[in-house]
Nanobody, 119 residues
Framework: QVQLVESGGGLVQPGGSLRLSCAASGSIFSINAVGWYRQAPGKQRELVAVISSGGSTNYADSVKGRFTISRDNAKNTAYLQMNSLKPEDTAVYYC?????????????WGQGTQVTVSS
């Protein structure tokens, strides 16, 4: 069983920064891709950024140049550094981890962390 714990959300003014963390625990053998998604009220969940096991990254056009996804494999933790935040970045942010345990593949979601950008 794999658990994901997200942290780092909060209220920030436009132009500010936040750093989200996603820590995975359990009988993890390896982690492949890690993605950060977000869902704003009344909108569908959308992919924000993804990082592969080799460190390759991809970003939604709306966050390119402002957000940076990274991972610390030794800690089974992924991060989303968010700079130059805009009100339209307001959403619940979720991490999604794709990997394998000692006996089976898994794909898990975090519980979500609220990010609110407002003056």
């Amino acid at each position: 069983q794999v658990q994901l714990v997200e942290s780092g959300g909060g209220l920030v003014q436009p132009g500010g920064s936040l750093r989200l963390s996603c820590a995975a625990s359990g009988s993890i053998f390896s982690i492949n891709a890690v993605g950060w998604y977000r869902q704003a009220p009344g909108k569908q969940r959308e992919l924000v950024a993804v990082i592969s096991s080799g460190g390759s990254t991809n970003y939604a056009d709306s966050v390119k140049g402002r957000f940076t996804i990274s991972r610390d494999n030794a800690k089974n933790t992924a991060y989303l550094q968010m700079n130059s935040l805009k009100p339209e970045d307001t959403a619940v942010y979720y991490c999604n981890v794709d990997g394998t345990t000692s006996w089976a593949p898994f794909r898990s979601w975090g519980q979500g962390t609220q990010v609110t950008v407002s003056s």
